[in-house]
């Protein structure tokens, strides 16, 4: 049997998770449609929603709206993003399709599964620094093994919408700049082509489900997969449970160091007492945050470590800032950020990629203040509460859509996972808050 076809089979199976993990299914849900929502109010997805599918069931537009965020949910030793991909594609399909909440629960289970099971198999933490994305290259397999499981597919059809799926993965898109950048866009196509490929496996058409085994990915992309971590303990645990939230607006490679300066700051260090912050990382995402932000481009200042050091050290509340796109820095932002450097610190390599670590020294006149950060709030290990994940939906939806709306769409996620009339319910809500598509010509 190929690592496909055995994925398959646990897939197109009966999935036994426990109670806790339903609750996290819960949490991770409407976590990510907070998500999809505030998606929606950036320039990116602004684009996206002018431009988005007619297809009978969109499910590449929601997926790229919860993604593009920054706020959406984040597996670490795969290096991907397997939330904002997954749970707006099953929803999308689950209200397509009148599927109640258990059911919807273990497509996304499913889905997760697939994505993260691919990115650790690809061992994506290394890869997605020599330009392989690993949420786009596994969004197709991801939304492929959810559609599975929602069409009712057997495992055999699993197998061969699997192995159609991974024909599909593309490694990347280039440098995501400028204001309406094509990087969304191929995210929706990559998710797309997930249904695409179940649909076409539950029509009768066959793939190869040998690519794993064959050297497929090897010729192609210069991967050669672990084939272990790919089908090792399926069904002994789940990698939703090992999924991290993100507490603000940011690519996690920042937000190690930017805790511990929050720590530190919270000690009774104040931002004007500060001579200089020197931060070390590991040498893998040492070029993608060493740098500064260019005006309009979100993707730089999602990704500067001296600006999210400035702004939670000046202006706290731009950590929450959807757009992440200023018109303006302040001069105290600016001039926090002149003072960060920021080094590759092969130690740190010890904890990674399990964790994505940061050490930050903090100087004053006075003294020396220094913090190793293995997590951040939001991570299994430094769990958010439901409070606090409540009080992050609030905050974020609120500034997006309006408290209200808030308020409605908290109600709506509680009961989704009830019978099929409340998922339609809850998707029939985010829908509302845009426009419809125009038609084109």
Same mark, same amino acid.
């Given at each position: ?153 057997? %495992? !055999? /059809? @699993?197998?061969? $919408? ?7 993965? +593309?490694? *990347? =898109? ?76 940011? %690519? !996690? /490679? @920042?937000?190690? $160091? ?7 700051? +919270?000690? *009774? =260090? ?76 092969? %130690? ?94």
């Amino acid at each position: 049997m190929t690592a496909l076809e055995m994925l398959a089979n646990f897939l197109a199976g009966d999935i036994h998770a426990s109670s806790i993990t339903h609750a996290n299914v819960q949490a991770h849900l409407t976590d990510t449609v907070g998500a999809w929502v505030v998606g929606a109010a950036t320039t990116e997805g602004r684009a996206l929603l002018a431009f988005r599918s007619h297809d009978d069931i969109d499910v590449g537009t929601p997926s790229a709206l919860a993604r593009l965020s920054e706020i959406d949910n984040i597996h670490m030793a795969a290096a991907t993003t397997p939330g904002g991909i997954v749970i707006p594609a099953a929803l999308k399909l689950a209200a397509a399709r009148h599927i109640d909440g258990n059911a919807l629960a273990d497509a996304i289970l499913a889905g997760i599964e697939a994505m993260v099971r691919l990115g650790r198999a690809i061992d994506g933490p290394q890869v997605i620094y020599r330009g392989i994305w690993p949420t786009y290259f596994g969004a197709p397999l991801g939304v492929a093994a959810v559609a599975s499981r929602l069409l009712g597919l057997d %495992a !055999r /059809q @699993t197998a061969h $919408a699997l192995a159609l799926a991974l024909t599909f993965a +593309a490694p *990347g =898109v280039g440098h995501h700049n400028a204001t309406t950048t094509s990087r969304w866009f191929a995210v929706a196509q990559a998710a797309r082509n997930g249904l695409v490929a179940a649909r076409a496996a539950q029509a009768g058409f066959t793939s190869d489900t040998n690519l794993l085994e064959s050297g497929f990915l090897h010729g192609t992309f210069g991967i050669t997969p672990n084939l272990g971590i790919f089908t090792n303990g399926l069904g002994k645990s789940f990698a939703l449970d090992e999924a991290a939230f993100k507490p603000w607006c940011a %690519a !996690r /490679q @920042t937000m190690a $160091a930017t805790q511990g300066l929050k720590e530190i700051l +919270a000690d *009774g =260090v104040l931002p004007a007492q500060i001579q200089s912050v020197e931060v070390s990382v590991p040498p893998p995402y040492l070029k993608m945050t060493a740098h500064g932000v260019t005006p309009g481009d979100r993707a730089s200042y999602l990704t500067s470590l001296p600006y999210h050091l400035a702004i939670a050290a000046c202006d706290p509340d731009a950590e929450y800032d959807i757009g992440q796109t200023p018109a303006s820095l302040s001069k105290d932002v600016q001039a926090f950020m002149a003072k960060v450097t920021v080094a590759a610190d092969e %130690a740190l390599l010890a904890h990674y990629p399990t964790t994505w670590p940061a050490r930050i020294t903090v100087r004053t006149a006075e003294a020396t203040h220094e913090r190793l950060v293995l997590a951040v709030p939001g991570e299994p290990t430094r769990p958010l509460s439901g409070a606090d994940l409540e009080a992050k939906f609030r905050r974020f939806v609120g500034n997006a859509a309006g408290a209200p709306a808030a308020d409605g769409l908290l109600a709506a996620c509680a009961g989704a996972l009830g019978g099929p009339e409340a998922v339609a319910h809850l998707v029939g809500q985010i829908e509302g808050l845009y426009p419809k598509p125009k038609a084109f010509v």
